[in-house]
């Protein structure tokens, strides 16, 4: 996954922590991109939405997911404190060419991301571009655009030749133009426009309804647990808060039984059943499915039988904690893991020393990785392994019903 800049909508007093925003002072925008947009597009992208009316835009970089966008915009320091985000972005494996001997055709998708940081809406609007450019020369020199330009822009390293970079900024130039037309046709009616000054604590109910206790913890710290407001709210949701904990132990046993630990297993099944809203049927499935010893044919089929049960059902708090335990049971590394619809990111800052060790380990977390995404979707389901939370993907996994084993390569 790409580095993600952002389109953000800026920061609003605390409720109840500090006083209310004036009515006539503009939503903060913030304006950034992901994947190889040029420095000039991306004052241009400020700029328009700068325009917008109420609007002020600040250019920032997003932390990533949902959750992580929540803990520093909402959550975190006053002056980091936002009330929405939009990101465009440019996958690099949207990039798709044909050519015959005249001309190169280039696809691409760009997407527009936004959050509503006090409802938490989400909104994701793709829209595809083709351009052609005319082959001069050899066919590989157009054909290695796509390609290169990404390692290109990530590590400022020249791989291009000066005929294929000047055919680039002909295309670049053409496509960016349309980035620039299709989004201020979105912004007309975006319902990001609909952004008012942030409600942390409306963020925090939000949180708490989606099962994420543990965000919804610190928006609250960060507007003060002595806050009335907030210990009314506490009090209210502690069942929600016990069932959010609960959820995340299933999880977590679900992970270490894939990951084939079936001593932490039992030990965090334990836990799960000593908690209020614990259900005792899915405890004592697991259980059963545990009893059978790990050595046997059978131990695979009864652990099937329970992740096909319960893995869809989990919250996505859960599913996280889940796989992100799977995943250190079978690597020895806890990564942290981001997911956006079908599509996830593990980043694990050991992954690129390990993998030059380690790499069937890491193959078969991340398969397994994608697997669990698409039984919990029910479709196709891809998992990149990164380094860091917005960094270069080392490897990405592929998963859907129709196959029997994950599909895993290089990016």
């Given at each position: 996954?790409?580095?993600?800049?952002?389109?953000?909508?800026?920061?609003?007093?605390?409720?109840?922590?500090?006083?209310?925003?004036?009515?006539?002072?503009p939503?903060?925008?913030?304006?950034?991109?992901s994947?190889?947009?040029s420095?000039?597009?991306?004052v241009?992208?400020e700029?328009?939405?700068?325009?917008?009316?109420?609007?002020?835009?600040?250019?920032?970089?997003?932390?990533?997911d949902?959750?992580?966008?929540?803990?520093?915009?909402?959550?975190?320091?006053?002056?980091?404190?936002?009330?929405g985000?939009?990101?465009?972005?440019?996958?690099?494996d949207s990039?798709?060419?044909e050519?015959?001997?005249n001309?190169?055709?280039?696809?691409?998708?760009?997407?527009?991301?936004?959050?509503?940081?006090?409802?938490?809406?989400?909104?994701?609007?793709?829209?595809?571009?083709?351009?052609?450019?005319?082959?001069?020369?050899?066919?590989?020199?157009?054909?290695?655009?796509?390609?290169?330009?990404?390692?290109?822009?990530?590590?400022g390293?020249?791989?291009?030749?000066?005929?294929?970079?000047?055919?680039?900024?002909?295309?670049?130039a053409?496509?960016?133009?349309?980035?620039?037309?299709?989004?201020?046709?979105?912004?007309q009616?975006?319902?990001?426009?609909?952004?008012?000054?942030?409600?942390?604590?409306?963020?925090?109910?939000?949180?708490?309804?989606?099962?994420?206790?543990?965000?919804?913890?610190?928006?609250?710290?960060s507007?003060?647990?002595?806050?009335p407001?907030?210990?009314?709210?506490?009090?209210?949701a502690?069942?929600?808060?016990k069932?959010a904990?609960?959820?995340?132990?299933?999880?977590r046993?679900l992970?270490?039984?894939?990951?084939?630990?079936?001593?932490e297993?039992?030990?965090?099944?334990?836990e799960?059943?000593?908690?209020?809203?614990?259900?005792?049927?899915?405890?004592?499935?697991?259980?059963?499915?545990?009893?059978?010893?790990?050595?046997?044919?059978?131990?695979?089929a009864?652990?099937?039988?329970?992740?096909?049960?319960?893995?869809?059902?989990?919250?996505?708090?859960?599913?996280?904690?889940?796989?992100?335990?799977?995943?250190?049971?079978?690597?020895?590394s806890?990564?942290?893991?981001?997911?956006?619809?079908?599509d996830?990111?593990?980043?694990?800052?050991?992954?690129?020393?390990?993998?030059?060790?380690?790499?069937?380990?890491?193959?078969?977390a991340?398969?397994?990785?994608?697997r669990?995404?698409?039984?919990?979707?029910?479709?196709?389901?891809?998992?990149s392994?990164?380094?860091?939370?917005?960094?270069e993907?080392?490897?990405?996994?592929?998963?859907?019903?129709?196959?029997?084993?994950?599909?895993?390569?290089?990016?």
């Amino acid at each position: 996954m790409k580095k993600l800049s952002a389109i953000v909508i800026g920061a609003a007093l605390l409720l109840g922590a500090q006083p209310a925003r004036a009515a006539d002072q503009p939503i903060k925008i913030g304006v950034g991109v992901s994947g190889p947009i040029s420095p000039q597009t991306e004052v241009d992208l400020e700029n328009m939405v700068g325009s917008l009316p109420n609007i002020k835009d600040v250019p920032i970089q997003p932390p990533g997911d949902l959750d992580a966008c929540v803990k520093r915009f909402v959550a975190g320091e006053p002056d980091d404190r936002l009330d929405g985000v939009i990101i465009v972005s440019l996958a690099q494996d949207s990039f798709h060419t044909e050519h015959d001997q005249n001309e190169a055709r280039f696809t691409g998708t760009y997407e527009i991301w936004t959050i509503n940081l006090s409802t938490l809406a989400e909104d994701h609007h793709r829209f595809t571009f083709t351009e052609r450019e005319p082959i001069v020369g050899t066919a590989a020199a157009i054909l290695s655009i796509p390609a290169q330009l990404f390692v290109e822009r990530a590590t400022g390293k020249k791989l291009l030749s000066s005929s294929a970079w000047q055919a680039y900024e002909a295309v670049q130039a053409r496509v960016e133009a349309k980035l620039l037309a299709g989004t201020k046709l979105y912004l007309q009616n975006a319902p990001i426009l609909d952004t008012g000054p942030l409600k942390p604590l409306e963020t925090a109910q939000q949180l708490l309804d989606r099962g994420d206790s543990e965000t919804a913890m610190a928006v609250f710290r960060s507007v003060g647990l002595q806050n009335p407001e907030v210990q009314r709210m506490l009090e209210a949701a502690q069942q929600q808060i016990k069932r959010a904990q609960s959820e995340n132990l299933l999880g977590r046993t679900l992970g270490a039984m894939d990951g084939g630990d079936v001593s932490e297993a039992h030990t965090i099944l334990a836990e799960y059943e000593k908690s209020d809203t614990a259900e005792s049927t899915r405890a004592d499935s697991i259980s059963r499915a545990l009893a059978v010893p790990a050595d046997e044919h059978r131990a695979e089929a009864a652990y099937a039988s329970v992740l096909q049960r319960d893995v869809p059902g989990l919250d996505r708090p859960a599913f996280i904690a889940m796989v992100k335990q799977m995943f250190a049971e079978k690597t020895g590394s806890t990564p942290t893991v981001l997911i956006a619809g079908k599509d996830a990111v593990i980043a694990d800052k050991a992954a690129p020393a390990a993998l030059k060790t380690d790499l069937e380990r890491y193959s078969e977390a991340l398969g397994e990785s994608a697997r669990m995404m698409s039984l919990k979707c029910g479709c196709d389901a891809s998992v990149s392994l990164t380094a860091t939370e917005v960094g270069e993907p080392l490897l990405r996994a592929r998963f859907a019903p129709s196959l029997s084993h994950p599909q895993v390569g290089l990016p």
